[in-house]
């Protein structure tokens, strides 16, 4: 279970380094009076600093080691 974990904390650490953040468009009403409604797409961006990737790709390599020295 520890090195699943492991493993999915290390690819997710991974591709946060890779990939700083996406991108997403949403409907969002800017008029609504009775039968008249407005409705406009605006891009939202998520983002997320570079060592918050790095710290999660540090804590599953952790994980993963602590786990296989356990098991053996």
Known sequence: MGRTIGLILIIAGALMLVWTGFTYTKKEKIVDAGPIQI??????????????????????IAVFALSRKQSA
């Open 39 to 60: 409705a406009a797409d605006r891009e939202k961006t998520v983002s997320w600093p570079p060592y918050a990737g790095g710290i999660i790709l540090v804590a599953g």
